[in-house]
């Protein structure tokens, strides 16, 4: 098993920016593709971001395309979700969750998913 804990999550500003982390323990990080999903009041929880074991596979979804990036530390069990002009639509709970590969894959589906933190929240005001 692995435990993963996000953190970064705050309130800001439309058009600022941040960055949320999630720090991995349990087993050996880079056997681990990531994700970033997030879930706001009403709404499903929705794919943001993957990358794959090495990070050199990301995928992101549309509404975040150009302004989020997802990147890894394998040496500090870390994944990272740098969130740039933020927008109103962001506000959510976001949560990263870890998947067992043997491949540079990535995945867009929750239920692709074995891990999943306890969520950070990130809320954008105008």
């Known amino acids: 098993q692995v435990q993963l804990v996000e953190s970064g999550g705050g309130v800001v500003q439309a058009g600022d920016s941040l960055r949320l982390s999630c720090a991995a323990s349990?087993?050996?990080?880079?056997?681990?593709?990531m994700g970033w999903f997030r879930q706001a009041p009403g709404k499903e929880r929705e794919f943001v971001a993957a990358?794959?074991?090495?990070?050199?596979?990301?995928y992101y979804a549309d509404s975040v395309k150009g302004r989020f990036t997802i990147s890894r530390d394998n040496a500090k069990n870390t994944v990272y979700l740098q969130m740039n002009s933020l927008k109103l639509e962001d506000t959510a709970v976001y949560y990263c969750?870890?998947?067992?590969?043997?491949?540079?894959?990535?995945?867009?589906?929750?239920?692709?998913?074995?891990?999943w933190g306890q969520g950070t929240q990130v809320t954008v005001s105008s």
């Open positions: 990358v794959s074991r090495s990070g050199v596979n990301t």
């Open positions: 349990g087993r050996t990080f880079s056997m681990y593709a």
């Open positions: 969750a870890a998947r067992t590969t043997s491949g540079s894959y990535i995945y867009t589906r929750g239920d692709e998913y074995d891990y």
